[in-house]
């Protein structure tokens, strides 16, 4: 009895260790630091995966590119142009620029292996000659490129919204519509297992974020900074839980700690009640009391005996603990005849809007 009393008395101690040395992570901290804190939770290389934007104008054609980034390598690319036209001057001003940066992209390259183009000439594509064109488009210019392992693709049309669904015989979908459309895509050859880079242009498929940034410094005026989202299991009052720590631009964005039991019975939700008191007891401890406390119902209500769509059992929040927002809650979570105990420790930055 005594081993027993003394080895509850050291689980006790490790959780309470655990959670004061949680007092140490805060939102703003910077990858660098938490990686002192809480070792062997971060990468040790920097894995960057975000998608990013870059407004630029090709021969009067104003857009944005679209650069996704997976592992730190870029991973394909688009540039939408955004198309005002409205008369004939427009038209034709657009049509031009499109073959110029055709004639841009030949020159770096080569010649491109599919080139079509329409009549290119300027009609009112409002009038009864596009009426019932359901699912078609007008090609005014259209180039592909190849290199060893990307597709690279200039389209300039007149295109139905029901374009691609048509084309698969797929129609659904809002009322049809009409637009002018402008647009570059990089693409892997469908089929290739292991693309190589092929370091041609500006930018190329399989670049290196790091490359990728001198080409482009703007889109990054922090530098390369750790982005993502990573994963810590620990175990506390019995729940065998995770904390999911999120970085944004190199920078903790939030943090929490959840856990749910899909096994609805009383030991379960007695389980769940008494480590989100005790969780809230020791967050007291590191933080002072919480600013709110709100107690629901504390009892267990069979939904197999008495039907219920969930409740709330127990919350506790502070909002400013050492400049975070700070949420401990047990829900008991139910709809359409599924049921959930939720136990969850959130931590957001003070100035985190959606905080209820």
Not at 145 to 171: G, L
Not at 182 to 189: K, L, P, T
Request: net charge neutral; hydrophobic share 35%.
């Amino acid at each position: 009895m005594q081993k027993n009393k003394v080895f509850f008395l050291f689980l006790l101690l490790l959780v309470n260790f655990n959670l004061f040395s949680q007092k140490e992570i805060y939102v703003g901290m910077t990858s660098t630091e938490f990686k002192t804190k809480l070792p062997g939770v971060l990468p040790d290389e920097l894995k960057f995966n975000e998608d990013l934007t870059l407004k630029e104008s090709l021969h009067g054609i104003e857009g944005n590119w679209t650069f996704n980034f997976n592992n730190s390598i870029l991973n394909s690319s688009n540039f939408i142009g955004k198309n005002s036209i409205s008369n004939e001057t427009d038209f034709y001003n657009w049509i031009n620029s499109a073959k110029s940066i055709i004639d841009d992209f030949s020159n770096v390259y080569g010649k491109p292996i599919d080139n079509k183009q329409g009549h290119n000439k300027f009609i009112d594509r409002n009038s009864n000659e596009f009426k019932n064109r359901i699912g078609k488009r007008e090609i005014f210019h259209e180039a592909t490129w190849e290199t060893k392992s990307v597709i690279i693709k200039i389209t300039c049309d007149y295109r139905s919204n029901y374009f691609e669904e048509f084309r698969e015989n797929m129609p659904n979908g809002p009322v049809e519509w009409y637009y002018y459309n402008f647009q570059i895509q990089y693409s892997y050859i469908p089929g290739i297992k292991e693309p190589q880079p092929d370091k041609i242009g500006k930018f190329y498929l399989g670049m290196k974020v790091s490359d990728f940034a001198l080409v482009f410094p703007k889109l990054f005026p922090n530098g390369i900074a750790l982005s993502g989202q990573w994963e810590r299991k620990e175990k506390l009052y019995e729940l065998d839980g995770s904390w999911n720590y999120d970085f944004l631009n190199g920078k903790l964005d939030w943090y929490s700690y959840d856990k749910y039991l899909n096994e609805i019975n009383e030991s379960n939700f007695t389980k769940s009640l008494n480590a989100a008191k005790s969780l809230i007891n020791d967050y007291t401890k590191i933080y002072g009391k919480p600013d709110t406390t709100i107690i629901g119902n504390t009892n267990f209500v069979n939904p197999r005996e008495k039907h219920h769509w969930g409740y709330d059992v127990i919350e506790a929040k502070w909002y400013n603990a050492n400049g975070m927002k700070i949420k401990i809650e047990f829900t008991f979570m139910g709809g359409k005849g599924e049921y959930h105990f939720l136990v969850k420790i959130e931590h957001f930055g003070k100035d985190y809007q959606y905080f209820d």
